[in-house]
């Protein structure tokens, strides 16, 4: 079992940058798959972005490619979201979570595929 905990989410004006985090306790973080979700107020839980048990596979939602960038560092136990040119549309709930398997190289979009997940950080852009 794992447990999650974000951070970095706050208050940031259109066209700004914040970079979360989301540190795992225990061990054998590497045999994850760690993915991030957002959720706006009245809107479903959607994907993000994934990244692989070893980060050499990832995966971003159209809305965010170009702007927003995964990385994990396993060393740390550690998973980043990078968030550049942030839009007012960008404002929810970011939450990571954390999916075991056994494959390297697999990431997941769905978030019924997680078993594991943070209690969110809240992200608001301003315009």
């Known amino acids: 079992q794992v447990q999650l905990v974000e951070s970095g989410g706050g208050l940031v004006q259109a066209g700004g940058s914040l970079r979360l985090s989301c540190t795992a306790s225990?061990?054998?973080?590497?045999?994850?798959?760690m993915g991030w979700f957002r959720q706006a107020p009245g809107k479903e839980r959607e994907f993000v972005a994934a990244?692989?048990?070893?980060?050499?596979?990832?995966n971003y939602a159209d809305s965010v490619k170009g702007r927003f960038t995964i990385s994990r560092d396993n060393a740390k136990n550690t998973v980043y979201l990078q968030m550049n040119s942030l839009k007012p549309e960008d404002t929810a709930v970011y939450y990571c979570?954390?999916?075991?398997?056994?494959?390297?190289?697999?990431?997941?979009?769905?978030?019924?595929?997680?078993?594991?997940w943070g209690q969110g950080t809240q992200v608001t852009v301003s315009s």
């Open positions: 979570a954390a999916h075991p398997t056994y494959y390297m190289g697999a990431y997941y979009n769905e978030p019924a595929l997680y078993d594991y």
């Open positions: 990244v692989s048990r070893s980060g050499g596979f990832i």
């Open positions: 225990g061990r054998s973080f590497s045999n994850y798959a």
